[in-house]
């Protein structure tokens, strides 16, 4: 939302960290984007209406070589697209009657496929694709917390890979058998990584650390809130920080007993 007066304002960026400098390359884009080497996909809302007056969100890219706009989905109330290089589609989720699923389509062909069957106004974020398991990984609400699930697309079954009933845990990336993701349980959200051989805390900030995004360089980028707005921030390495350092303490979640 840079310049703008507004959170929910926000326009799509790219960020030149060898030059320092930030590009503004579409207005009012909602959603965090996806890549395909020059194709970014994104989520925003129509310009102009359809034939009966309403305005959705639906699924675009945008060519950064040609800096040409298309559209893919029409009044689909889709959001939050993430891009499957092994077969050319697209995940994202969408909402209806209150509920959230999460549906294929095929940058081909344009079908469309609904991957889940959620009916019970779960709430869905935090939408990621797992390259090494061929999984879908998601945030989800059913009451309070978040927690993160898993859907295989070689059998569609669902799993559960973190769900404490005692704190949030959220927006997830993967790096081969890493795992990087934000949680509160120290009473402050800060970004946690799960590896082979150690797991720990990444960040101890005072305001939140979210959306981890971790290369194969080793490095992470993170969304960073303080002083009452976000930045990017990254992390040059993986160094677990002592569970007693962060937030107000690593028993703070036992006050949600």
């Known amino acids: 939302n840079q310049d703008n007066d507004y959170f929910t304002d926000t326009n799509l960026y790219i960020y030149d960290i060898n030059k320092n400098t930030s590009t503004s390359i579409v207005d009012g884009v909602t959603s965090k984007p996806s890549w395909n080497n020059n194709i970014i996909y994104y989520s925003k809302k129509s310009k102009n209406p359809n034939k009966v007056g309403s305005r ?39 909402t209806y009657d209150g509920t959230q699923n999460i549906y294929m389509i095929d940058l081909q062909s344009k079908l469309t496929q609904q991957l889940t069957d959620y ?3 779960e709430i869905i974020g935090g939408l990621n694709y797992d390259i090494e398991t061929n999984h879908i990984v998601y945030d989800i609400t059913t009451n ?26 959220r927006q997830s990336d993967f790096l081969g058998r890493e795992m990087v993701y934000s949680d509160d349980r120290s009473g402050i959200f800060n970004i946690y990584f799960i590896g082979e051989k150690n797991q720990g ?42 569970d007693s350092d962060v937030g107000y303490s690593p028993l703070y979640f036992q006050r949600n007993n």
């Open 56 to 94: 959705f969100y639906d699924l675009y890219e945008y060519n950064i070589a040609t800096k040409k706009e298309g559209r893919l989905t029409y009044d689909s109330r889709a959001f939050s697209p993430v891009f499957n290089e092994v077969d050319s589609t697209l995940f994202f989720m969408a």
């Open 119 to 121: 009916s019970d106004q």
């Open 144 to 169: 309070h917390f978040r927690d993160i699930l898993y859907l295989n697309l070689s059998d569609s079954t669902t799993g559960s890979i973190l769900n404490s009933n005692l704190w949030d845990e």
């Open 201 to 242: 805390y990444l960040t101890n900030v005072l305001g939140g650390a979210f959306m981890p995004d971790i290369h194969e360089s080793g490095k992470i980028a993170y969304s960073l809130y303080q002083n009452g707005k976000y930045n990017i921030a990254i992390l040059d390495s993986i160094k677990v920080i002592d």
